[in-house]
């Protein structure tokens, strides 16, 4: 959302439990595959919930400030699932409540919402 220099180590937030390991998996994974050697994502994920509970008031903002404070990063990246929502919709919603806090901060934010269980981009 914000800046123009490649992010190289995001904070990602991750949706429950079993995506602490796997997302950051898969983003090394796929940054690997389009030739991103040094893409690093910060250690420790954090869990910020599904879709409806960011979309309490003052929740997804809570969460992207808070990553956003982690020295060791230069980016987030929220990673959701989307089954039930409209990935085009939300992702605007999201970045319009968080692009005010990019821009503080200075880092980039990116959304990533993924439909139909992520685990299937692995077959």
Known sequence: M????????????????????AVPFLIRRLAEASGFYDLTPCPNPIKCGEIPKLRKEGQLERFVQYACTRSESDS????????DDCPVTT????????????????????IAFIQKEFETLFL
């Open 2 to 21: 914000s800046g123009s220099t490649p992010s190289r180590n995001p904070v990602i937030l991750v949706e429950g439990d079993g995506d602490l390991k």
């Open 76 to 83: 987030v990246i929220l990673v959701v699932d989307c089954d």
């Open 91 to 110: 992702s605007a919603e999201f970045a319009v409540r968080a692009n005010p806090i990019a821009q503080r901060f200075r880092k980039k934010v990116g």
